[in-house]
């Protein structure tokens, strides 16, 4: 891993401009597969071929900010460039799918901000123009390749303000423009196109009002110990009804240091371009689009006791409880041929999933800082489409255990990670674990820092859902250790 970055900024009263830039070349670790003689490094696709694959990538980035304040208010531009070059298991993973061969993405953000200072409220203004890029290789020689270019922009003019000492309001309006440029397979080497998917040129607008509520029960002349945000959002997509969504939290404080907390809320999710319109005429046991799928939503309630009896030590306890309906999954196109893979997206049944999560914090300038997190969540089959279902693929359990120490002018940190066993598509997945360790020195402005990530080596694998020709992948998290300094000047 070589990596390099560096920035600049200038403040003054009426103004402030930031400056950043970044490049890292990571050589990256082979895959944790083996080949049928036994040789480490090799990922095995679905037709059964064996392929040497390194896990790498390239990247840099440049980001820009500015700030001025006015008579007529406060204005920011903040301008992203980013391109990165990356290892690729495929379209599907399958060496005759051009997996292995490098994959290219990159994106341009420009996002302006505008805010006028009212009595006892603000007008604010956002615009965002987001366009990124994929190049991804679609044969084994590289002779076909997919490009995809999409614009995101996005408007927001919202008012927030205190309509007295215990009631504040917010009202705002969001216009969100989605748009497939192009969607194309490709020669590279003379850039004939030979298709464009029916995803080139189409568009997608969303437009949604929003309002919320707030009350401070500290804040009236007779305290109470109850907070209170009551919102609501109405949603109109090009392509389907209008709806409605709410979303409510209610905060009662117990004592001083201890808290109750419920929350419910309300989403809803119109289906991607792609999910509706993709097809490829030209190839077979492709993923298909599906101009009748419905919009995704859901219902959420929570419930979390929150308490603070000591200066050093803060917990939380949280037991969650979800309803969706029409999410949207991939299903075999053909379930009863044997010979067509071919997947489409439908909406599934509605289902249900619940949980408990117990997070602990303890901090101690004097001695150990420990923040702690062990979860469980269960979900029903009421989406089981053929033999998949969601939480078939979630681990019940999962933890995380992270430990801090400061001594002089050293500073080292530990964590611990666990996820639980889950179902694979053909078999379960045992629970995996991994450790972390750094330790840093800091003296006047430079910082040495060593980390070393995944000590043990162990392979972390997750289930291959998607298609389910594999049982799991690898996430490619093999031991790493880094060196890295930093100064300020």
Do not use: C
């Not at 399958?94 to 409220?121: A, C, D, I, R, T």
């Not at 917010?170 to 989605?178: A, K, V, Y």
């Not at 004592?255 to 119109?270: D, L, M, N």
Request: net charge neutral; aromatic share 12%; no cysteine.
């Amino acid at each position: 891993l070589l990596a390099a970055g560096g920035h600049a900024l200038s403040v003054d009263p009426k103004q402030r401009i930031f400056v950043a830039a970044s490049a890292e070349t990571q050589n990256g670790s082979p895959y944790p597969g083996k080949n049928s003689r036994g040789e480490r490094g090799f990922f095995r696709d679905e037709a059964g071929n064996s392929i040497y694959f390194k896990d790498f990538q390239n990247k840099s980035n440049f980001t820009a900010q500015m700030s001025v304040d006015t008579d007529h208010g406060k204005h920011s531009l903040l301008t992203n460039i980013f391109r990165n070059s990356l290892s690729y298991l495929g379209a599907k993973p399958l060496v005759s799918q051009g997996l292995g061969n490098p994959y290219q993405v990159s994106g341009k953000l420009l996002q302006y901000n505008f805010q006028y200072p009212l009595e006892h409220s603000a007008f604010k203004f956002s615009s965002l123009y987001d366009a990124n890029s994929r190049e991804f290789s679609r044969k084994e020689d590289n002779r076909v390749k997919g490009r995809i270019q999409g614009l995101r922009l996005l408007n927001r003019a919202q008012w927030n303000g205190d309509l007295n000492n215990y009631f504040d309001a917010e009202l705002g309006l969001d216009i969100e423009d989605r748009s497939s440029q192009r969607f194309e397979l490709f020669d590279p080497l003379d850039q004939k196109i030979f298709q464009d998917n029916e995803m080139s040129g189409r568009v997608n607008r969303e437009r949604s009002l929003f309002a919320q509520l707030g009350f401070h029960g500290d804040k009236l002349p007779s305290e109470i110990p109850l907070s209170a945000l009551l919102g609501i959002r109405q949603t109109k997509n090009d392509a389907y009804d209008q709806n409605t969504s709410l979303r409510s939290t209610l905060v009662y404080r117990l004592h001083p240091e201890t808290s109750i907390k419920a929350v419910y809320g309300q989403a809803f999710r119109a289906p991607s371009l792609f999910e509706l319109y993709y097809q490829d005429s030209a190839a077979t046991n492709e993923i298909y689009g599906n101009p009748d799928l419905k919009p995704e939503t859901s219902d959420s309630f929570e419930l979390a006791f929150l308490s603070a009896p000591s200066q050093n030590l803060f917990y939380q306890l949280t037991y969650f409880q979800d309803r969706y309906k029409n999410k949207i999954v991939r299903t075999a196109r053909n379930p009863e041929s044997a010979t067509d893979t071919s997947l489409i997206f439908a909406n599934s049944a509605s289902f249900q999933a619940r949980g408990t999560e117990l997070e602990v914090h303890w901090q101690d300038p004097q001695g150990l800082d420990v923040i702690t997190t062990l979860s469980h969540s269960t979900g029903d089959s009421g989406d089981k489409i053929n033999d998949r279902w969601n939480f078939k693929y979630i681990p019940a359990w999962n933890g995380h255990l992270a430990l801090a120490k400061k001594i002089a002018s050293w500073s080292y940190t530990a964590s611990a990670h666990y996820r639980g066993k889950t179902e694979g598509p053909k078999a379960p997945i045992a629970a995996t674990g991994r450790a972390d360790l750094s330790a840093s020195y800091q003296r006047d402005s430079s910082q040495h820092s060593i980390l070393i990530k995944n000590l043990s080596n162990t392979e972390q694998k997750v289930p291959e859902y998607i298609r389910g020709e594999l049982n799991s992948l690898s996430t490619g998290e093999a031991r790493e250790v880094m060196y890295e300094y930093t100064t300020r000047f």
